[in-house]
């Protein structure tokens, strides 16, 4: 069965210490990885796609890395305003060939100023 | 640009009521789905549609209907409502599966 696994659940951070994210996935083929914001009372907002092991992307304090099992969430010296819970997110294909996405129940992050 | 738009906001249904949850994207994607999200859980899917006139099931279709009539809106409908249904739902739009996919600002609904 796929599987997403996202840790920790929750994560306090002052501003400034910097910390990673784990998305950890068990999915029959991997199609891309998406990592999503999410804020109380609001949509997920999209953060990045990842394609294959070895790729990554940046944007502002935040970089995502991929290999082969897992991906991670750097955040750089963070701030209160990235307080949110952040999702991960893997399109795989299912045994009839059609594409699915599968969530993780993401991760928490409060930042305290 | 109003992106993914979902009506209503919040929503109170008594056990057997039916209701529709509204959704029109103004970016002419093909790509249309409807997820639950519950405490605890991961984003799960209900029904998605890959193009006007095509709609297809889900992880958790149950209870839920859906059509497809113009590229921009994609209502989900509950037919008769159970307090399981209890949950935030979301609405999405893609240009096609596997691209950015941009999110409504959700509708919470609880079924007393």
């Known amino acids: 069965e796929d599987q997403v696994t996202q840790s920790p659940e929750a994560l306090r951070l002052q501003e400034g210490e910097s910390s990673s994210l784990n998305c950890s996935y068990t999915?029959?083929?991997?199609?891309?990885l998406f990592w999503y914001r999410q804020d109380p009372g609001k949509g997920p907002e999209f953060l990045f796609t990842?394609?294959?092991a070895g790729e990554e992307k940046e944007k502002e304090r935040l970089k995502a890395t991929l290999t082969k099992k897992e991906s991670f969430l750097h955040i750089t010296a963070p701030k209160p305003e990235d307080s949110a819970t952040y999702l991960c997110?893997?399109?795989?294909?299912?045994?009839?060939?059609?594409?699915?996405?599968?969530f993780g129940k993401g991760t928490k992050l409060t930042v305290n100023p | 640009n109003a992106g993914v738009t979902q009506t209503p906001k919040f929503q109170v249904l008594k056990t057997g009521q039916s209701m529709t949850l509204q959704c029109a994207q103004d970016?002419?994607?093909?790509?249309m789905s409807w997820y639950r999200q519950d405490p605890g859980m991961g984003l799960r899917l209900i029904h998605y549609?890959?193009?006007?006139?095509?709609?297809d099931q889900g992880e958790v279709p149950n209870g839920y209907n859906v059509s497809r009539s113009t590229t921009e809106d994609f209502p989900l409908r509950l037919l008769s409502a159970a307090p399981s249904q209890t949950s935030v739902y979301f609405c999405?739009?893609?240009?096609?599966?596997?691209?950015?996919?941009?999110f409504g600002e959700g509708s919470w609904l609880t079924v007393v």
């Open positions: 999405a739009s893609s240009l096609a599966f596997g691209n950015t996919i941009y």
């Open positions: 999915v029959s083929g991997l199609r891309g």
């Open positions: 990842l394609y294959s």
């Open positions: 997110a893997v399109q795989t294909l299912t045994q009839g060939g059609s594409e699915k996405l599968v």
């Open positions: 970016m002419n994607h093909e790509y």
């Open positions: 549609s890959v193009g006007a006139g095509i709609t």
